[in-house]
């Protein structure tokens, strides 16, 4: 009873954090033009340390927050991540849940996974820790991305006045510009985090 109290406090922490990190400029770091969203690295830690159970509750907490911000202080492009919010002709609904949900939700399993995978081939785990940033960063920016494409794609592009036929190259240059400087940033604040918060929450659990 004990160690769950404790894993049920440790998750609530990681989810303060998260919280924190939406609601403040701190989720948002500049790299070179664009902006790297921290919020998705509590997932991550999460999912590493505590397991994948915990890393999907605390994505589904990411996937909740950002339904409440794009309903409650929309962009243009809100509709794609609430279904609660539409402009004009752009109309959320139901898949725009599904964007929101299921690759947040997938952040933390996956990193968790690549952890520990890797893991077995580098008992430092340094690059266990880089390799599960990079991968629970990427499974939010393309499967977000893609989910975008196929369930919004007129749509998305009637907002973002470009032609439908140019909007898989506007993605891939999403994923390039704004997914990859991101992911890079995951991977090395993972590692930092992780390392100094694994053996805190080994010896607490105990």
């Known amino acids: 009873m004990e160690n769950k109290t404790k894993r049920m406090v440790l998750i609530a922490l990681f989810a303060a954090v998260e919280i924190m990190l939406a609601l403040t400029p701190l989720g948002f770091i500049p ?17 590493i340390i505590l397991g994948p159970g915990a890393g999907a509750l605390l994505g589904g907490l990411f996937g909740m927050i950002s339904v409440a911000i794009n309903t409650f202080s929309p962009t243009i492009t809100s509709f794609v991540f609430s279904p609660f919010y539409s402009v004009g002709e752009f109309n959320g609904n139901i898949y725009s849940l599904l964007i929101a949900l299921v690759p947040r939700i997938l952040i933390g399993v996956t990193a968790y996974y690549t ?32 989910g975008i494409y196929i369930f919004f794609g007129q749509s998305y592009a009637a ?3 470009i032609a439908f036929e140019a909007l898989f190259g506007f993605i ?16 090395v604040i993972t590692l930092a985090l992780g390392k100094a918060l694994a053996p805190i929450v080994a010896r607490n659990s105990n």
């Not at 790299?31 to 999912?47: D, K, N």
């Not at 995978?117 to 893609?146: E, F, P, Q, R, W």
């Not at 704004?178 to 890079?184: F, V, Y």
Request: net charge positive; proline share 3%.
């Open 159 to 161: 907002s973002k006045e």
């Open 31 to 47: 790299v070179g033009v664009t902006r790297a969203t921290t919020v998705h690295i509590p997932v991550i830690l999460g999912g």
């Open 115 to 146: 952890f520990q995978a890797v893991k077995k081939l580098d008992k430092s785990s340094v690059m266990a820790y880089l390799g599960a940033g990079l991968v629970g960063s990427l499974t939010n920016t393309i499967l977000v991305m893609g």
């Open 172 to 187: 891939m240059g999403v994923v390039g510009i704004n997914g990859i400087p991101e992911a890079i940033v995951a991977a």
